[in-house]
């Protein structure tokens, strides 16, 4: 158990409205990741933090933002959602500072439908 | 670009009936591939790191292999609780972002 959970873990939502989720770690690593999944596509990488306020964005990062003001939470942003971003999204932890830790730990997830 | 292809997309086994899934990639100074288990609902849980051709890692009924342009994940004996969908991921030398195949869905039959 890398200590990671997700809130919402489901929610519904409409056309145009803002949507946060809250990825929250209690181990202090360092690299945060938010990633989509969904069939046919795998997982996506859609925005990573590398520390407080140090972000970059993945492959699909366009309709969301991301924020990381403590090192326990990452926020992403859906400033105004739409039918495309429904998906399950996952947060994701690499722990270690040096190259010898890669993996990536997994939180539950968190299923977002956007009618 | 780094890519990962996975095969076959889903594998249907009896039990006991061992077999191997495929994860083909092409990267750019391979710093380690990855091997994670997802159960339906789920976020992936992490399985192997391979980092070098000829590495081998084996946990219960399952051996992870790496050549220099595929790994394979051996399942030997498989029980029912195998069954999920195994993901593959690659990560290129200078980069701390893995690139993820689509996935194996695996079903183990009682």
């Known amino acids: 158990d890398a200590g990671i959970t997700q809130s919402p873990r489901h929610k519904v939502t409409e056309t145009g409205t803002p949507v946060t989720l809250r990825c929250h770690q209690t181990?202090?690593?360092?690299?945060m990741y938010w990633y989509r999944q969904d069939p046919g596509h795998g997982l996506r990488l859609i925005h990573y933090s590398y520390g407080v306020k140090d972000t970059d964005k993945g492959e699909v990062s366009d309709g969301y933002s991301v924020s990381r003001s403590k090192t326990e939470d990452f926020l992403l942003t859906l400033e105004s959602a739409t039918s495309s971003q429904t998906s399950v999204y996952f947060c994701?932890?690499?722990?270690?500072?040096?190259?010898?830790?890669?993996?990536?730990?997994f939180g539950p997830g968190t299923r977002l439908t956007v009618l | 670009e780094d890519q990962v292809t996975q095969s076959p997309e889903a594998l249907r086994l009896q039990e006991g009936e061992s077999s191997s899934l495929n994860c083909s990639y092409t990267?750019?100074?391979?710093?380690?591939l990855f091997w994670y288990r997802q159960d339906p609902g789920k976020g992936p849980e992490f399985l192997f790191t391979?980092?070098?051709a000829g590495e081998e890692k084996e946990k219960e009924r399952l051996k992870a292999t790496l050549t220099k342009k595929e790994s394979f994940l051996h399942i030997t004996a498989p029980k029912p609780e195998d069954s999920a969908t195994y993901l593959c991921a690659v990560q290129a030398g200078g980069s701390y972002i893995p690139t993820f195949g689509r996935g194996t869905s695996l079903i183990v039959h009682p």
């Open positions: 181990e202090n690593h360092r690299y």
């Open positions: 990267v750019s100074g391979l710093r380690g």
């Open positions: 391979l980092y070098s």
């Open positions: 994701a932890i690499r722990p270690g500072q040096a190259s010898s830790y890669n993996e990536q730990f």
